[in-house]
């Protein structure tokens, strides 16, 4: 490898390399920095004239899930260096980044990691056909010849291979074909987050980099959706100068790589990825050069701001009248006969897979807590209490009963459509989609939660607490409804401006776009860190569009087909005294209310436990996924009850009534509710509610020790972190081959 890398990257071609990316980073820093000042013209605009949108019905959890393992258990990976496979014990904590040991003995001595991996941009691929179709692609006219050795070959019928367009590859194989649907269940729902990578909290440096990315790109006319739009602002960064600089290197070297096809296509991938590193740590030292001088900046700006408010907004509704006045004749026009006739078909193929999604993460909350309620009866009421109720509470985070949902967004097709309004693929929307379904069952699970912990606190009997259980999960349920629909109204009017608005823009750039820099004398020199003539452009072209796609949302909800509730109909603040149960502290179930089978240790335990002890706690593996199989004592069968149906929960307190009454010894089988599935009736009403901000998954509470933290994923997109087995050296650096450089997120 580093013979290869010298040849092809010596120091004049790296030289050439760090002047390319300086120069794209500087263009694009232009762009950011003009973006902050917007930003926090609309984030202070926001904050004072909110208005108050309708209060979400479902609490949500304002401590993120930590101190937890998603996921363990062994699997195989292909160590490049000698090109042998070898048995790692592998777990993936809270913050979503695969962390591979030498084997599990290591993992309980503490030895550092083999390799922390950052999924972010990432694809998962299950077979090398497919793997090494892609890599032909990525080195046209290099092809392997019939019968010659491939790339990679894999030991087993079962592989999983992590593709990536400019970072290092990652591979790995499973012993059966359940193995493999579970990792890559667990592996997806780890790149999902990870591309998820921009922290919603954020109301300025987030939308200023979003909208820096987008005008940059649309500065080198290239609109529409961006597949590696994925992972933290330097991972993002990264991406978008090796979309420049990635075509150019290879023009240049691949006429010079030497051997045979597959040993040229494996030179490739190491100087991609070497590449891909260099322009990493230098996007990473520029980006936080920038953002240091903006965030020093931002004091004196915001009080501007705040003095300026009102002339402010005037100057800027006055340019944008002007613009109005210009484009309108002309974006109207477009509208009507290149977007307006086919808002209802995007609008069709997004409702009916996401709606699927939507229902089946009320189905599956719905059968675990009935599951659950059940096997209270049988079990002893609230013994087992702790050890259902830990578990339910992971629920959201639980990549395989999650599955059943996620997969509802994998049929979306933009058939005809996609290449008409340039949309280079749909796995922005599915992803998009599916961290809505995983906020709202974790909004679900936490009021439910909530209320019962509450409920708890009466000293009820067993018969009492099955009553109040079944009364529970059905006021959640209602409030799931109401807030599931406004998350699914919001979602596909962002969804369609997303695809509508990059295409409307590309239609008028050639007649507009000349025009704007006129307008810029309209603009106060005071005021113009906070207005640009560009995003009021984009302004005025959403609201000649806007119109057209709240209108087909409104139909959609009358038709009531995807159980979308009318925006006439608005929940204020209907359950004041909900909202009172999120300001306390966290519950922990397997403490207050755990039985002696439960995971999270004895009861009996002293509060003042020893650090040894902690972090024994700490780093025991307590996977939401690793014992599932065997599932519960009791389980509602396949016929379980519609969990809309007024008759089926009338049927089900029946039911639990009678369990409660009978003294015979607990079934041997498995219990089943015996009632036929009914029809869930479609809900009446609806309106917009709020959502709240999504807590970071690796943001822990402040104050914790470091040494109880698992270890955290790079945000390099190459990822991988590999320590030397002698001493435990700083997160943040790696010893083997300059396998990647460990940072936190």
Sequence with gaps: MGDVLSTHLDDARRQHIAEKTGKILTEFLRFYEDQYGVALFHSMRHEIEATGAPQSQLLWRKVPLDERIIFSGNLFQYQEDNKKWRNRFSLVPHNYGLVLYENKVAYERQVPPRAVINSAGYKILTSVDQYLELVSNTLPGITSKSGSTPILKCPTQFPLILWHPSARHYYFCMMTEAEQDKWQAVLQDCIRHCNNGIPEASKVEGPAFTDAIRMYRQSKELYGTWEMLCGN??????????????????????????????????????????????????????????????????????????????????????????????????????????????????????????????????????????????????????????????????????????????????????????????????????????????????????????????????????????KATQRILERVLKKYDYDSSSVRKRFFREALLQITIPFLLKKLAPTCKSELPRFQELIFEDFARFILVENTYEEVVLQTVMKDILQAVKEAAVQRKHNLYRDSMVMHNSDPNLHLLAEGAPIDWSEEYSGSGGDGGSPGAPEAATFSEKRRRAKQVVSVVQDEEAGLPFEAGSELLSPASPDSVTELRGLLARELREENPLPAGPLLNGAPSSESPQPVAASEASSPPASPLWQLPPGKAADLEPPKPSDQETGEQVSSPGDRPPIHTTTEDSAGVQTEF
């Design 233 to 466: 602002e330097v991972q993002i960064l990264s991406n978008l100068v090796m979309e420049e600089l990635g075509p150019e290197l290879k023009a240049e070297l691949a006429p010079r790589l030497k051997g045979k096809p597959q040993e040229r296509q494996r030179q490739w991938i190491q100087i991609s990825d070497a590449v891909y590193r260099m322009v990493y740590e230098q996007a990473k030292a520029r980006f936080e050069a920038v953002l240091a001088k903006l965030q020093l900046a931002r004091p004196a700006m915001e009080a501007t701001i705040r003095t300026d408010m009102d002339q402010i907004i005037t100057s800027k509704e006055h340019l944008a009248s002007k613009i109005r006045a210009f484009i309108l004749p002309k974006a109207e026009v477009c509208v009507r006969n290149h977007v307006q006739p086919y808002i209802p078909s995007i609008l069709e193929a997004l409702m009916v897979p996401t709606s699927q999604g939507f229902t089946e993460v009320r189905d599956v909350f719905f059968k675990e807590v009935t599951d659950m309620n059940l096997n209270i009866i049988n079990e002893g009421g609230a013994d087992k209490l702790g050890e259902y109720m830990e578990k339910l509470s992971q629920l959201a985070y639980h990549p395989l009963k999650m599955q059943s949902c996620y997969e509802k967004m994998e049929p979306l097709r933009l058939d005809g459509l996609q290449q008409r309004f340039d949309v280079s693929s749909t796995s922005v929307f599915k992803q998009r989609a599916q961290i809505h379904m995983r906020e709202q069952m974790d909004n679900a699970v936490y009021t439910f939660e909530s209320l019962l912990y509450q409920e708890l606190g009466k000293g009820p009997s067993r018969e009492e607490l099955c």
